[in-house]
């Protein structure tokens, strides 16, 4: 394909921008879905499923309907970690229509002209890259997209066929790596009902196992032993580079000695590290290495006499102590759990043979894991390649 014969086109030569819904008091009221920030996925796609219908007055509903193909964009919200300016595509066909009332709508003047979702891929692309974070402002602590930049930015516009050549091959990748992570998905679904089948439930007990109390076979004791460097940086983790429900790490960070701060300590591969903060977001991590962690991750080190710590992970991770511990919290705007309930909970230990023999199904768990997190690595990568091919 040769890009250099591509027209170029502006934004706002492209798409109509119009403006989010607000609270309004007007009758007539119509009901109808609202999509919100809040909507919008972390890899810029719709979460139709957690639309909320409101009623909203009919005059706005009239100019605000959202149509097939139209694009949402994020113009006001995000935070310091994350840019305003995500993008999704419309693709709801059912008869209620939806809108948007922190966000404003791109509307394209002519499907003859740009297919909707090659406009949207190099939109994507836009945000992935950092552009669109270029275009925004932080003054009031708010995130703020500049519309007006925005609108006039470059636009490539391939022939039609050409363009709908490039989202086939985008969506075949796109959609390769949803299909694998909808595999991981099941395999965490099997971890939690290989548990359940060995263990019953952990907070009825059912099965009357023997209990003791947590603190007194796994209290919370950092780490004395030193760091051992890699290229003179130390691993530390933080809340955000775990993630929920899996205790995977997302990303690792490397810092000197000197960046590591005060409100850490250590860790290494004997402890098992439980965030106190937002206990319903489900952070649990067990290390394979050592390292420096936030105060918000609790250091628990297992009795190796009573418990496996892949046993212990699970536990904690189950949605029966999840749900059990989420309700003990201290704070109200950041809630913490409360470290005397949790360090008093009753805990289940069943023989240590079965709980090695849980470990070795998850550790098989955990290897189709491993294969599965590579070939969704290796064809995000493809992905990229692919974006900056057709939109650098």
Wanted: a positive charge.
């Amino acid at each position: 394909m040769n890009k250099d014969s591509w027209e170029v086109m502006q934004l706002c030569n492209l798409c109509d921008s119009i403006n989010g819904l607000w609270k309004g008091k007007k009758e007539p009221f119509i009901k109808v879905g609202v999509i919100r920030n809040t909507n919008f996925t972390k890899d810029c796609k719709l979460d139709s499923i957690n639309i909320e219908y409101l009623e909203v007055e009919e005059k706005q509903y009239s100019s605000r309907q959202l149509f097939f193909g139209d694009l949402i964009l994020e113009k006001s919200g995000g935070g310091p970690k994350q840019p305003v300016g995500r993008i999704v595509p419309f693709e709801i066909l059912e008869g209620d229509f939806s809108f948007s009332n922190f966000t404003s709508v791109l509307r394209i003047k002519d499907q003859r002209i740009i297919f909707y979702k090659f406009l949207y891929m190099f939109l994507l692309h836009f945000y992935r890259t950092g552009k669109t974070e270029k275009l925004q402002s932080n003054t009031t602590g708010i995130r703020n997209l500049d519309l007006k930049a925005y609108k006039s930015v470059s636009v490539p516009l391939p022939p039609l066929p050409i363009q709908k050549k490039i989202v086939k091959e985008l969506d075949t990748l796109s959609d390769i790596i949803t299909k694998k992570k909808e595999q991981l998905a099941e395999l965490d679904k099997l971890a939690q009902a290989t548990f359940y089948d060995m263990f019953g439930d952990p907070v009825k007990n059912e099965r009357n196992w023997s209990t003791k109390i947590l603190n007194e076979i796994a209290p919370a004791i950092a780490s004395k032993d030193n760091i051992t460097p890699i290229n003179n940086k130390y691993w530390l983790l933080n809340l955000d580079m775990i993630e929920s429900d899996t205790g995977y790490i997302t990303n690792y960070k490397y810092v000197s000695l000197s960046e590591i701060g005060n409100s850490t300590y250590k860790f290494d591969t004997t402890n098992l590290l439980y965030s106190k903060l937002r206990p319903y977001l489900n952070k649990v991590v067990n290390p394979t290495m050592s390292g420096y962690a936030t105060t918000e991750l609790v250091p628990l080190k297992p009795d190796i006499k009573y418990l496996n710590k892949v046993f212990l992970s699970s536990l904690l991770r189950s949605k029966s102590f999840v749900n059990y511990i989420k309700d003990k919290v201290t704070g109200a705007k950041m809630p913490r759990t409360d470290m005397n309930t949790f360090k008093n909970f009753s805990l289940i230990v069943p023989p240590l043979s079965l709980q090695n023999q849980f470990a070795k199904k998850i550790e098989a768990i955990e290897q189709q894991k491993a294969l599965i997190n590579q070939s969704i690595t290796d064809t995000q990568l493809l992905f990229d390649y692919t974006m900056d091919k057709y939109f650098n």
